[in-house]
Every structure is written in C-alpha cells, then in structure tokens.
C-alpha cells in the first residue's frame, strides 16, 4: 500500500497513525484465513484489528469477532477454537456488490413485479 495512501485514506485499511501506534504499542496476537492481523496492547485492554484489504467490519470472522469485543478473553490462537459441525463458514457482507441479495421486483433484478392483486385503491384528489 502506497504512503499517499496510508497518509489520507482510513477505509484502504489503516493509516500512518494507527501504523505508528501499533509498531509502539501493539502486540500482534494472531491472523485470520482472510490476512487480517489482531493487535493488542501491552495491558491487553486495548484490542483491534488491521484489515488486509479494505476496512470492512464484516470481513472479521465470528471467533476474532468475540475476542474483539471482549466476549472472549483468550484470542482464537491461544485457546484452540474449532467450529462447531452446525457453524456455517463466515461470508461477508455483500450488499453493495454484485453478489448482493436482490428480492423480486428489483430494478437491479430485471424490474419484473408480480401483478397487483387488486386489494390496492388510488387516492384521488378531492375525496376523503
């Protein structure tokens, strides 16, 4: 990632500042399957994350989620976390991409509606 970047855009996935204060004061606890990197303080009170990619929060998976928001106290490296059989693989979130849910009648689908059943009257000026 360029230094213009990292000077002046947050959401490319982190700035000179956040840089700096995690080569000062960041210890790095762990990565996940995507290339994200978990940091915590030397406290350990202070816990975030430095995404490979684009700052997205939904790219962060459910078990460095936990750790993240002190669900958890130990991270996923540390204590040996497994999937439970009935736990689906993280996805992101898609909205705003291709792959984005698109109900019936979406313009982005086609524009296609189903026909209105007939339970709907217009309002006209002039009545009650």
């Known amino acids: 990632m360029g230094i213009f970047k990292e000077m002046f855009a947050w959401w490319t996935g982190t700035t000179i500042g956040t840089r700096l204060y995690t080569w000062r004061k960041g210890r790095l606890v762990g990565e996940d399957e995507l290339g994200n990197r978990y940091y915590r303080n030397r406290s350990g009170v202070r816990r975030w994350v430095i995404y490979r990619d684009l700052a997205e929060a939904s790219k962060v998976s459910p078990d460095w989620h936990g750790w993240l928001h002190h669900t958890v106290a130990e991270p996923p490296t540390e204590m040996g976390y497994r999937p439970k059989p009935w736990q689906k693989a993280h996805t992101p979130n898609m909205t705003g991409t291709p792959g984005a ?3 019936p009648g979406s313009t982005l ?3 296609h509606r189903p ?4 339970d709907y009257e217009a309002w006209k000026p002039g009545e009650d």
């Open 109 to 111: 689908r086609g524009g």
């Open 101 to 103: 849910y698109r109900p």
């Open 115 to 118: 026909p209105a059943t007939g």
